[in-house]
């Protein structure tokens, strides 16, 4: 595992590189709302951003004036129920990986990025399961890691949300408020209810991910368990774990850092 100590400057973007034209698209019974944009030609590796849960795409809007700068076609979807996607009735994680593997298909990519925070990163490490030849390179960061056992449900049945957690709610909703508004808040019992019941099939299938896989965690603040992250690291054929000093959102707290982890990682 490697720390991150580098600060490299990173040069200013224009606001207006970023197309902020919304399309929508039906990917089965879920309208799903995403931005495209950047470069397009036939050799082109897109980068597809996912958000976390609560936010929407916009979260990515620095880093992806960054990546368009350098040439790179992004593509930034609002998860189901979220942003200006829809609302449903089902909000299974496994759901969230399905929409964006959906959305690649509907684009007819061959071969994508995928960058996910938190509820995203997990569903991008469901497509890199699922599809591992559509992933060329995976970042996950900061993703709560699901249970493996029911001793470790029975620990963390009557668990209340920590400080960390209520600090990033609340400066999530003073930061970006229309995000949190628009947010369907009937998944977050759905939310709850997955990440307290085990997974031990996810944890079977980490050996199936065959994209260099970048892996990034917070320090104190951050919501991802040493222990099983020493685990993901173990079974993920090629990876690598970054560390940050920041809290859960590395991405907006510590945007430097950041940027100089991920960008040389998307494009060797």
């Not at 990546?67 to 829809?86: E, F, N, W």
């Not at 909703?173 to 019941?197: I, N, Y």
Request: hydrophobic share 40%.
């Amino acid at each position: 595992m490697q720390q991150v100590t580098g600060l490299p400057a990173t040069a200013p973007v224009s606001s207006e590189i970023v197309d902020l034209t919304v399309n929508r698209v039906a990917l089965g019974d879920v309208r799903i709302a995403y931005r495209d944009s950047g470069a397009r030609t036939a050799a082109d590796v897109p980068v597809i951003l996912v958000h976390g849960m609560g936010g929407d795409g916009h979260t990515w809007d620095r880093f992806a004036r960054t990546l368009v700068q350098a040439g790179r076609r992004v593509i930034i979807p609002d998860l189901r129920g979220h942003g200006r996607s829809a609302h449903t009735d089902s909000y299974r994680f496994d759901e969230f990986g399905a929409d964006v593997a959906k959305l690649s298909d509907h684009l007819g990519l061959t071969s994508v990025d995928l960058v996910g925070h938190s509820l995203g990163g997990y569903a991008v490490s469901c497509v890199a399961q699922e599809r591992p030849e559509l992933v060329r390179r995976l970042v996950i960061e900061e993703c709560p890691l699901p249970l493996q056992s029911g001793a470790e449900e029975l620990r963390l049945t009557r668990r209340f949300p920590t400080v960390p957690e209520l600090w990033h709610a609340t400066s999530s909703l003073v930061r970006h408020p229309r995000a949190v508004l628009a947010f369907d808040r009937s998944m977050t019992g759905t939310a709850l209810e997955q990440f307290r019941k085990p997974n031990p099939e996810w944890w079977d299938r980490l050996a199936d991910i065959s994209a260099p896989t970048l892996v990034l965690r917070g320090g104190p603040g951050g919501m991802v368990d040493p222990e099983k992250l020493a685990l993901m690291y173990a079974a993920i054929p090629d990876c690598t774990v970054t560390a940050f000093s920041c809290g859960h959102s590395i991405h907006r707290d510590r945007y430097r850092e950041f940027a100089a982890a991920v960008h040389p990682f998307l494009a060797a």
